[in-house]
């Protein structure tokens, strides 16, 4: 029930397209749901992150719509550059205070 | 303002031996996180801790491994008699405390672990 489920696994996508990755969680006591962007070699670094009171989040060119019916929740990157080349990870905890529960991450390529 | 600092970067032990890893969080930081990452995958849970207490080690392997995050100086990670699947990335997490808490994590670069 503390699984977070994150697809696709890998996404190749042209600069200036749409990158769009998705994740499901079961436990409904979460309530804080992040991005992360992580770099190789490099930490995790948040991206963006939304609550569940409100069902889009909109920053720069990162969206994270929220689905708290079907329990899913989505990063877009819109306008996507060779720079967004990274892996992304969501996660998603419980308030301000417990550990966050991470998918197991998409590697996006951004081609020229 | 430096950010969470871990080291060492890279450590290569032979199994059965002993891997210490440090993290200092950031300044005013008072909440540690431990994740370990194995290639290909995401981020899992090992311990929260703050100051000289352990709030959640329910990730945390049960044997060989403990965490500490002493009043004073940085927290360890301990892996004793290290076996060839204890090879990972190990992330250090930390967060502000009270009011100005978002719940954002800030991570370290990490300590890539390998056992040979």
């Known amino acids: 029930q503390q699984q977070v489920k994150q697809s696709p696994q890998s996404l190749i996508v042209q600069k200036g397209g749409i990158s769009i990755i998705n994740c499901a969680y079961e436990n409904t006591a979460f309530d804080y749901f992040p991005w992360y962007q992580q770099f190789p070699g490099k930490g995790p670094a948040l991206l963006i992150a939304i609550r569940p009171d409100v069902s889009e989040k909109k920053e720069g060119r990162f969206t994270i719509s929220f689905n708290k019916s079907a329990k899913q929740f989505s990063l877009h990157i819109m306008d996507s550059q060779p720079g967004d080349s990274a892996t992304y990870f969501c996660a998603a905890g419980t308030g301000t205070a417990s550990k966050l529960t991470f998918g197991t991450g998409t590697r996006l390529q951004v081609t020229l | 303002n430096a950010g969470v600092m871990q080291n060492p970067r890279h450590l290569v032990r032979r199994r059965g031996q002993e891997a210490r890893l440090r993290c200092s969080p950031m300044k005013g930081h008072s909440h540690v996180y431990w994740y370990r990452q194995l290639p290909e995958e995401g981020l899992k849970f090992m311990v929260y801790l703050q100051k000289e207490n352990i709030i959640d080690e329910s990730g945390m392997p049960k044997e060989r491994f403990s965490a500490e995050f002493p009043k004073e100086g940085p927290s360890i990670l301990r892996i004793q008699q290290v076996v060839r699947g204890d090879s990972a990335a190990y992330f250090c997490?930390?967060?502000?405390?009270?009011?100005?808490?978002?719940?954002?994590?800030?991570f370290g670069e990490g300590s890539r672990l390998t056992v040979l």
């Open positions: 997490a930390s967060r502000t405390g009270g009011t100005f808490n978002t719940g954002e994590l800030f």
